[in-house]
């Protein structure tokens, strides 16, 4: 039928019960984002309710261990008739693996990458889009912040979107079942 219900099983072996998710790696030269990925994940997780999170690596069926590899953004410009914005372009790229504790490979994906892009000044801010309204300020809180303020508040929730969606992917793979 083409639709998924998460949270509906596993396919890690039956033992596996106990998951422990240690702080990412962060290889990047993006501060904080490793305890944002740490965050998303964990979250991720604990949400469906398949594995349980324990803080103690010695109480755990498998360990998953993610890196942040790289944090590349790249700028371009995107014209329409009558303006021109400034649109950066960020992706991350992640290593992880599930491991049991005796070492036995459960899952692992050496590169993965993931991206999204979003306008840098308050003038190329879509206040209609999905992304703007599900977000943390309104439109009209946009006359009181300069354009760096409001670039880096995207940057920033640019960043988190990307650590839901990386932890959406790490999930899926090492844990949903394909139906």
Known sequence: CGYKLQGGGSILPPDIKKVH????????????????????????????????????????????????????????????????????????????????????????????????????????VVTSSADFASGSIGSSDLQGLSSREVARGQEQEALENLADQASRIIYDQAVSPDF
């Open 21 to 124: 998710v240690p702080s990412v790696e962060n290889f990047s030269t993006e501060a904080g984002f490793a305890n944002v990925m740490t965050e998303a994940l964990r979250d991720r997780f604990e949400r469906y309710g398949v594995l349980t999170v324990v803080e103690d690596a010695a109480m755990a069926d498998a360990v998953l261990k993610i890196k942040v590899l790289k944090v590349r953004r790249g700028t371009r410009n995107v014209t329409s008739q009558t303006d021109v914005a400034l649109q950066v372009d960020t992706s991350v790229t992640l290593a992880g693996e599930l491991k049991r504790v005796t070492g036995q490979l459960l899952w692992s994906n050496p590169s993965m990458v993931v991206s999204k892009a979003f306008g840098t000044t308050s003038d190329s």
